[in-house]
């Protein structure tokens, strides 16, 4: 665990019909890979975009196609399915999936793999300044939106609320909606808080601490030790002052890593050979906020127990980052 200051259509690859040419195997002339991301609105989605037409101007013979998807959970399914080849998702529901536990419980994909650590993901509890809400334990009670049902944030709200004395679901009056239909919410009063978990600075927010009054209020002290002890992929997290409206002061929370994931059937030259060309043409991508935020040094750091392809690895071995 490190301590962080702040400073993303279905995929299955596909390997063409072999073919013979006086007895010598020709290869496989592509790779089509299908590369579920997020939705439109968050950061992951122009990520992905920009990912895609890296790996397709770089390597030949490799086609990446990206699109939108619900986020972490339908992602991991997808590729549990073999129905994408490359994808987005945090440590922590990576850890489940890998794992069969929680969410994933019954359904464990033993083959997840790492092909890079991108950047932290941190929680971000949002509330009505004007409710008296200073910590979790406040929100008993509440109408509070904790995420859409079975996405990354409502995941989290599961581990994060309890800890505080807040009994999930049924401590909170719950609305499971999205990021969107949260600032509604809270613009018309109806809820008075919610958990976004996003990359800094989340959009959805910088609107409601914009235009609703909202503030941020901590993960701190014991609670936040306790999840620390408790869950392998958390990480602290300082959200710096003046990220957002009404926030003079740092906000201290726990964050998870955001990883770019592939199936341990990857080839292992195609894993090594995506891993060089996306972090060679880092500077390539779509220069928003969250890309400012990606650092080889931690490709291969707070994973969650999530191991690295071996195509990965060695990429990182070689490279001095592992």
Known sequence: MRKHLAP?????????????????????????????????????????????????????GVT???????????????????????????????????????????????????????????????????????????????????????????????????????????GINANF???????????????????????????????MTSTVGAELIPIEGEERDQLLAEYPWYNEFTIPADTYDNQPEDVETISIKMLLLVDESMDDDLAYDLAQAFWENLDQLDQQSVVEQIDISGAAQDLGEVPLHDGAAQFYEENGNL
Do not use: K
């Open 8 to 60: 993303l259509a279905i995929l299955s690859i596909s390997a063409l019909t072999l073919s013979a040419c006086n007895g010598e195997d020709n290869g496989p002339d592509a790779s089509d890979l299908r590369f579920p991301t997020a939705s439109t609105t968050g950061v992951i989605y122009p990520l992905g975009a920009s990912m895609s037409n890296v790996w397709n101007s770089d390597l030949e």
């Open 64 to 170: 990446v196609h990206s699109e939108a998807s619900n986020g972490g959970v339908e992602n991991l399914n997808l590729m549990a399915s073999g129905d994408a080849d490359i994808t987005f998702a945090t440590a922590g529901i990576a850890y489940e999936a890998l794992h069969g536990e929680g969410t994933f419980e019954g359904r464990q994909h033993e083959g997840l793999r790492v092909l890079a650590g991108l950047y932290e993901n941190p929680n971000q509890v949002v509330v009505r300044a004007d409710q008296g809400i200073e910590s979790i334990s406040d929100l008993e009670g509440r109408n509070f939106a904790p995420g859409a049902t079975g996405s990354t944030p409502e995941v989290e709200a599961r581990a994060i609320l309890p800890v505080y004395g807040v009994e999930y679901p049924d």
């Open 177 to 207: 909606v999205g990021f969107d239909e949260a600032i509604d919410l809270m613009r018309n009063r109806q809820v008075d808080g919610a958990l976004i978990q996003a990359g800094l600075p989340t959009a959805a927010v910088t609107e």
